[in-house]
């Protein structure tokens, strides 16, 4: 890159936005800064984060498959009320249909929309364990808050500044379409989320094969 006087986008200041919920009670912390699933819909972090319009701040929310870092839901909102984490989640369960045998974990900070009743409710009822951040610091959600980052320094920084809510949502979609089909990921062997689930089916697929076949 160097010799060819390219420079890759930098980082910004992180800024905390998490709202610890007053609760006694939580859900444990079942990850323990373990990022790694064995195969899609075994992990799910989640996680939100603000930006900046001329028409006023925005929030957006992930929901991240650690498998391949797959984004498998998103919403962006006015507001950092738990409706637009809710719907983040919604749109996840939508697009991946997790089952009861998938035995999924859904990971969050302790941020009081994620503690919510409506949405400890909503993980209950799609057979989904839920898993919280013991400390309630950024490590205990690492993965997420990475996701976080390279949106704010791919998208946000780089594209800005934005004037209008409605433009931040058509670029923040087609980032998600982008990062998921498209970029490259070191952690996964370069290749892009969506290829490395595809490989995964692929493999289970040839194994089945080969058993039936003997």
């Given amino acids: 890159m160097a010799c060819h006087g390219i420079q890759g986008v930098r980082r910004g200041k992180v800024i905390k936005t998490t709202v610890p919920a007053n609760m006694a009670l939580c859900p444990q912390d079942l990850v323990n800064r373990q990022f790694n699933a064995d195969r899609p819909n075994r992990l799910w972090v989640a996680d939100f984060t603000y930006c900046s319009t001329w028409q006023g701040w925005v929030y957006v929310a992930f929901v991240i498959d650690v498998f391949a870092c797959r984004i498998v839901g998103w919403r962006m909102s006015s ?121 995964y089916y692929k493999q289970q697929a040839n194994e089945v094969f080969e058993y039936e076949a003997l």
Avoid: C
């Avoid at 989904?128 to 013991?134: D, Q, T």
């Avoid at 400390?135 to 320094?153: Q, V």
């Avoid at 433009?167 to 969506?194: C, D, H, K």
């Fill in 79 to 199: 507001s950092m009320k738990s409706d637009f984490v809710l719907d983040a989640l919604e749109q996840a369960l939508y697009s991946r249909q997790p089952t009861d045998t998938d035995g999924l974990v859904h990971h969050s900070d302790r941020g009081s929309q994620y503690l919510s009743i409506r949405y400890t409710d909503r993980l209950i009822d799609a057979g989904i364990k839920a898993s919280v951040g013991s400390t309630g610091d950024s490590y205990d959600n690492a993965l997420a808050e990475t996701i976080n980052g390279l949106y704010k320094t791919e998208l946000i920084h780089h594209r800005g500044p934005w004037k209008t809510k409605a433009a931040l949502e058509m670029a923040t979609l087609e980032w998600v379409a982008w990062f998921n089909n498209q970029r490259l990921m070191g952690s996964i062997g370069y290749i892009p989320p969506a290829e490395a689930e595809q490989n």
